[in-house]
């Protein structure tokens, strides 16, 4: 042996497309000056299509040198580590930066939360905001036309269909993606804000001059103040929330109508504080800012509408609404102070289907890092009622449901901060637990990657047995693993794929229909005792469990 060679750089690895846990992140994100990919992403981004080849929108520099960072817009980028994002993106805190770096942010709690792997994609640089102070040359503040554009192209073009690499931009992207399960776009609040105030940060002076060893002296040694931003973090009015409304629907009706593979990717969102009539006043008085947050639910995902029309809400189970705003031990790099809570969910529900199964609920998983949320929510916004909950009934105010059965919220409990309930915006039972969609996304992605290796076998007989003999086995699995209520597993599920199944139709144009019937398992997530100490001084408990469904 000659000599040994320490590769520090490995290479980007292909993920299993039945894995359950990689998010992506689209968004607004700042370069590092003169940052450069790796050789292995630069493989990886070749491979797939993005340099060279008809679809290349890469073009490597012609004498060799590694490719700019700023030049890798528009196409995602396999993040697996914290340290790789910082090495590539301004993480915040800068003084280039104006707090706003919202998708930076949710990547650092992403992984810190324990997500293991996300794609990157880099559609522009973060809103300037308005007061921003300290603009460097040729930095322009982003008015409420200029943030249009950048959601325009964030959102997903249907023009091409999602089997077109020339039509991928922003969302879109996902159809290339398949192993992706969430999607999360932490710039929509400030986006659709129609006035954002804000100061830019400044970092503090760096030490000049050589480094020297000095004795220990009584001089003050107080640390130094971190770097904080102005406020306010973007609140919306109500006629904002129809924009950013727009844009959620946008996505929703990418994912539910385009492609198989994008029905399995569940969308994470912040839902934005509603502004009050005096901001100032709202953050000192944080309780104030949810008086109204009522009527604003009602509007964006009313109760008793399962629609496709964006005028009709955006109540579906493909959308996962998280509330309230967090402070995190990296926030103080945002505007406010404040982080959109969609990068801790999305961590929190990656470290759960890496630690438990995705298909139970995620209120088991310690979040970390976050010590305080705004607004404060009131106490009964954030207690299951004990009651059934029955839907359908927005006419009537005293059957409003509280946040924590619409949001997917975070707040105190007695073992400190916690994620309180896993929910969707779906009005009902059957599909409002997160939970199930992420059960159902798990079977069908299992049932797509079986369709890819028997798709040109001949639709008959022998192929029904294998299809339904892998089903059986899958579901098996999943009853074992307490994802199927069941005392048997003929109890849990039933698989059926024969002549019954089809039609002569279904038959002729060589379609293959099986049909699949199961119970999913359901969890009490919270079980609330009452003491009461009775006149004759001896006590009595109340246990209410209140069960829901996860």
């Not at 998010?23 to 630069?42: D, E, K, W, Y």
């Not at 993005?50 to 528009?74: E, M």
């Not at 305080?372 to 059957?399: H, K, R």
């Amino acid at each position: 042996m000659s000599r040994i060679v320490f590769d520090n750089e490995r290479p980007v690895a292909e993920v299993d497309p039945g894995r359950a846990d990689v998010a992506c992140f689209v968004g607004l994100i700042r370069c590092n000056p003169g940052a450069t990919i790796s050789t292995a992403m630069q493989n990886w981004l070749t491979l797939h299509g993005w340099i060279g080849g008809p679809f290349a929108r890469i073009f490597a520099p012609a004498d060799g040198t590694a490719v700019p960072v700023l030049a890798c817009v528009d196409v995602p980028l396999p993040i697996e580590t914290y340290p790789t994002f910082t090495a590539l993106f301004d993480a915040g805190g800068t003084t280039s930066s104006f707090g706003t770096d919202y998708v930076a942010t949710a990547v650092r709690t992403f992984f810190a939360q324990g997500g293991k792997r996300c794609y990157v994609v880099r559609m522009d640089d973060p809103v300037v905001p308005k007061g921003a102070t300290n603009l460097a040359a040729g930095v322009n503040i982003d008015d409420s036309s200029s943030r249009v554009v950048k959601l325009q192209k964030m959102l997903p073009s249907t023009v091409y269909g999602v089997d077109d690499q020339t039509g991928w931009h922003g969302v879109g992207h996902l159809a290339g993606l398949p192993e992706v399960s969430f999607l999360a776009m932490p710039d929509l609040p400030i986006l659709a804000a129609s006035d954002v105030s804000g100061a830019a940060g400044a970092a503090p002076n760096p030490a000049t001059g050589p480094e020297q060893f000095t004795v220990c002296s009584n001089e003050d040694l107080t640390p130094e103040t971190p770097v904080s931003y102005g406020p306010f973090a973007p609140r919306l009015l109500q006629s904002d929330y129809s924009g950013w409304m727009t844009g959620v629907w946008a996505v929703l009706q990418y994912l539910s109508t385009y492609g198989s593979s994008l029905r399995e990717v569940q969308f994470v969102a912040a839902f934005p504080m509603p502004q009050d009539s005096d901001p100032a006043f709202a953050a000192e008085t944080p309780v104030g800012a949810v008086t109204d947050i009522h009527a604003v639910v009602a509007q964006v995902m009313p109760e008793n509408v399962m629609s496709p029309l964006l005028s009709e809400g955006i109540s579906t189970a493909f959308l996962q609404l998280t509330y309230p705003w967090l402070r995190t031990t990296g926030s103080s790099v945002l505007l406010e102070g404040l982080e959109p809570p969609d990068g801790a969910l999305t961590g929190i529900l990656a470290r759960n289907a890496l630690t438990r199964g995705t298909f139970t609920s995620a209120t088991k998983i310690t979040p970390a890092e976050i010590y305080d949320v705004s607004p404060i929510l009131p106490a009964q916004e954030t207690t299951v009622p004990a009651m059934p909950l029955v839907w359908g009934s927005d006419a009537n105010p005293s059957t409003v449901k509280p946040l924590i059965e619409r949001f997917s919220l975070f707040g105190f409990t007695p073992a400190g901060m916690a994620l309180l309930s896993d929910v969707t915006t779906y009005p009902g039972e059957s599909y409002r637990p997160a939970s199930i969609h992420r059960l159902v996304a798990v079977i069908l992605r299992a049932c797509r990657n079986l369709g890819q290796d028997v798709v040109f076998q001949q639709n008959g007989p022998t192929l029904w047995v294998r299809v339904q003999t892998f089903l059986r086995t899958l579901m098996t699995r999943l009853w074992q693993a307490n994802a199927l209520d069941g005392a048997s597993a003929g109890d849990a599920f039933s698989v059926r794929c024969d002549r019954s199944t089809m039609t002569q139709n279904d038959l002729d144009n060589g379609r293959l229909v099986a049909l699949v019937s199961f119970n999913a398992a359901s969890t009490i997530e919270l079980i609330h005792v009452t003491l009461a100490l009775q006149t004759s001084g001896t006590s009595s408990q109340t246990i209410a469990q209140l069960a829901e469904a996860s």
